[in-house]
């Protein structure tokens, strides 16, 4: 009767692969992305039921899950220009522009 053994990276031989490093996500550096429609199914649904205004809109969670800022993106119907909205959910946001050989903070 012959055992079977089960193989895993802990029965492999050889070097073991390196534990995986936290994201920025993970480690509150970075604010995680939480779009408000998740597919476009969801973004269909809002336009016939929703407010359109809601399209587009994304919210950044810190590491408490709690929402630090929204922003979106719209056309000026006037200029044509592109404007970024950031609507701060708190007094601890503030927003830089990076440009091509400046930083400017808001």
Not at 7 to 20: E, K, Q, S, T, V
Not at 66 to 85: C, E, I, L, N, R
Request: glycine share 6%; no cysteine; aromatic share 6%.
């Amino acid at each position: 009767m012959s055992v079977t053994k089960r193989l895993n990276r802990a029965n492999l031989p050889g070097p073991r692969p390196a534990p995986p490093q936290p994201t920025p996500y993970d480690t509150g550096e970075r604010a995680q992305p939480m779009p408000w429609q998740k597919d476009r199914f969801e973004v269909k649904d809002t336009m016939k039921h929703g407010d359109p205004d809601d399209i587009g809109k994304v919210d950044f969670d810190n590491d408490e899950s709690a929402t630090v800022a929204t922003v979106h993106v719209s056309k000026d119907p006037v200029t044509g220009s592109y404007v970024v909205h950031v609507m701060p959910h708190n007094d601890d946001v503030r927003v830089a522009r990076h440009g091509y050989d400046e930083e400017v903070v808001i």
